[in-house]
């Protein structure tokens, strides 16, 4: 029985449905209210034996003697250390934005060595630095690793998940703000998430019409620059003013997205096709291979013959040949490939073909 091939349509809504109001809050951010990467290097101690392979890994080493100095303790010059319950790491956090001294945020921790599990282990202090390279957070703490492995005398492993990453949740303490522009008293610039010259029109006028003319300005497809209050108080409540506005988007370009490995096909709301005719078939041959035994009556003469036997057979599907009037809907199309019934494989052929044809007048994209 032919499968008949279900269409994914994903857009804001159908041909028959009114669009849905986002506030801007939802489609756009702040120019310069982001959040800063942080990264660090250190050291996790407390393993059970599953640390770095020291002889492997010298810069481990060198960062447990460097360690050790600090604490007027020095280790003999050419001593091999076997530090198996220790693991050298590397740290990276997100600084959010107006974080301010003394706040927490979460660490990743992650084995920059051979350490086979960082299960159990805990972080020493270590610095996480920002690309101007100043000291912005102070992360320790204990980790917690979601993955787990295990290992048999014989060799034989097992491993769940990623051991060798963990996690401490409020594990850094923020000791240096970043510098902000916010209350430098110039306008508020609105950066859409999705560039669109429609949306940043609809943005501009609904401040505008809230506001007053010429509050806001549409700067290009992605940028709304809006004339905000000098004193930061006054900028907060005005923004949380403008957030909060209900705002129609324009509607996605027209697009076709096909997943080759999954199969699965992604038709947006304004995919539209010229006048193009499709057909669609398939011809299945099946060739059987058995032996035939030919033998005597018991009282003739004669001896017991084997003969292959071919059994060719074939299948042709017969399809009729599908016309697409000029510029069907969504349903159409959906409606005709059901239809049609073509499975996943030959419907990408079908679509690649009409886009080769200038027929569908969408982007296609293949992932």
Do not use: C
């Not at 810069?59 to 050298?88: D, H, Y």
């Not at 993955?147 to 401490?168: L, Q």
């Not at 240096?176 to 010259?197: A, E, M, T, Y």
Request: net charge negative; no cysteine; hydrophobic share 40%.
């Amino acid at each position: 029985m032919k499968k008949i091939l279900t269409i994914v349509s994903i857009a804001l809504g159908l041909m028959s449905t009114p669009a849905m109001s986002e506030r801007i809050k939802d489609l756009a951010s702040i120019a310069g209210v982001r959040s800063n990467q942080l990264v660090g290097y250190g050291l996790v101690v407390g393993l059970d034996g599953s640390g770095d392979q020291t002889n492997q890994t010298p810069f481990t080493t060198q960062s447990f003697n460097s360690m050790m100095k600090q604490f007027g303790i020095t280790i003999p010059e050419g001593a091999r250390m076997q530090l198996k319950n220790v693991a050298a790491v590397s740290l990276h956090a997100e600084l959010p934005p107006f974080a301010k001294p003394g706040q927490e945020i979460d660490v990743t921790i992650s084995s920059i060595g051979n350490a086979k599990s960082l299960r159990g282990g805990s972080l020493l202090m270590a610095p996480l630095k920002g690309i101007d390279g100043n000291t912005y957070a102070i992360a320790q703490g204990n980790l917690i690793v979601g993955g787990f492995g295990a290992e048999g005398a014989d060799g034989s492993k097992i491993t769940v998940n990623v051991p060798s990453v963990g996690r401490i949740p409020n594990g850094a303490v923020v000791e240096r703000s970043v510098p902000d522009n916010f209350s430098n008293g110039k306008p508020i610039v609105f950066n859409l998430h999705r560039s669109d010259f429609t949306t940043a029109k609809r943005v501009a006028q609904s401040i505008n019409e809230l506001l007053g003319p010429d509050v806001a300005r549409p700067m290009d497809s992605t940028s709304i620059m809006v004339d905000a209050p000098v004193n930061p108080a006054h900028k907060v409540n005005f923004l949380s003013l403008l957030e909060n506005i209900e705002v129609d988007p324009g509607e996605e370009a027209a697009k076709v997205i096909i997943n080759s490995r999954t199969g699965t096909i992604v038709v947006g709301q304004n995919v539209r096709v010229k006048p193009v005719a499709v057909t669609h078939g398939s011809l299945t041959v099946t060739v059987d291979e058995a032996v035939q035994v030919s033998q005597p009556d018991a009282l003739a003469d004669g001896t017991t013959v084997v003969l292959p036997e071919s059994n060719v057979g074939i299948d042709e599907e017969k399809n009729p040949m599908f016309k697409f009037s000029p510029g069907p809907t969504l349903d159409d199309i959906v409606r005709a490939v059901n239809l049609v019934g073509a499975a996943p494989g030959d419907l990408m052929a079908i679509l690649e073909a009409m886009k080769q044809a200038g027929a569908l007048q969408a982007e296609l994209i293949v992932i």
